[in-house]
Structures are given as C-alpha cells and as structure tokens.
C-alpha cells in the first residue's frame, strides 16, 4: 500500500515536471518543412542548394522561439556534407541564390542567429534516402524591422553534387514558439 507521504510527493513531482515543461516550451512545439526547389544539374562547392529560404516559423505576438533541431535530407541519397546559416533577419547584403557561390557579406555578420553549422546527410541501413541533423538549444527572435513571423536559412554544398530532382533536399526546423 502507497502510504499518503508518497503520494504526495509523487503529485508534486509530477506537477513540478509538467510546470518544468511549459516553462520550456510555453507556446507548444512547431515543425517547420524545408523544401528548397534545387537544379537537377552539377552544384560546386560553396553552392547554395535551393537560395534563401524564408521560413514563417513564429507567432505574430511573439516573434521568438527557442531553437531545438534541423534536419535535412536527400531523397536520392547524396552523402555531401551542407553548411546551414540561419539569419534572424533578411540578410539583404549576401548572396545566397541556387546554384551560385555563397556569399557572407560582413554587413550580415550581425544577423546569424547562432554559428554556422554542418549536416552531413547518411543513410539508415536498408534505406537508399539519407538524413542527417543538428541539434542544440538556443534562444530565437526575428530582428527585422518591422518584425515578422520569419527566420532565413541558407544551404550550402561543400562538396560538388548534383541533386537528383529539383525536390531532391527536404527537411524541417522544430523549435518551441513563445506566446
């Protein structure tokens, strides 16, 4: 028999948990697709694979979010390794179009949301598609002026590849909205 005192405790732990919960993700998790439309053609390294993408991925009252993961992934199985940029807002002075050599303008320096980062896509055995991810905990908030729902992301070959569709890279962003 389960004595009061343990009950008890349990409920507080369990009330504790559950208030631990929300705290973190106040507004509820959100999945966002990624879907760059690529070539069906030869990219060079330091390629952007699909340009810019603009991805709506906040609330209207909030404009932030805490990042949690991104993945990516190649429906006909490319293992090249990409470098993903996420900008917090428009980064109006770099160049990130399909098929052409990326650019940093330093002006856009200022407006990464974290560190640039690389997935390098596998294939799960007995899958010919390949996926790869990254996963951290950082704080997000569009910076444009006025705000948006928007964060921007930039997807860059470091290798030569040739996608094999134009819908070849698929992905998502999951992160926790505010309120």
Wanted: charged share 10%.
């Amino acid at each position: 028999m389960i004595s009061k005192a343990a009950l008890a405790a349990f409920f507080c732990l369990a009330a504790s948990v559950a208030w631990a919960q929300s705290a973190v993700t106040p507004g509820g998790d959100k999945a966002v697709s990624i879907a760059p439309t690529v070539q069906n053609a030869a990219y060079s390294a330091s390629n952007s694979l699909g340009g810019l993408q603009t991805l709506s991925a906040f609330r209207l009252s909030a404009h932030s979010g805490i990042f949690n993961r991104l993945w990516l992934g190649s429906k006909g199985g490319s293992t090249v390794a990409m470098t993903v940029y996420v900008f917090d807002a428009n980064p109006t002075n770099s160049t990130c179009t399909d098929k052409t050599a990326f650019s940093l303008a330093s002006a856009d320096l200022a407006k990464l949301a974290f560190a640039p980062f690389v997935i390098t896509p596998a294939a799960p055995q007995g899958a010919t598609q390949t996926v790869g991810e990254f996963s951290t905990v950082a704080s997000l908030a569009n910076a444009d002026s006025p705000q948006t729902t928007n964060i921007y992301l930039c997807i860059v070959a470091n290798a030569s590849v040739t996608p094999a569709s134009t819908s070849d890279i698929v992905g998502a962003l999951l992160l926790s909205q505010n309120n």
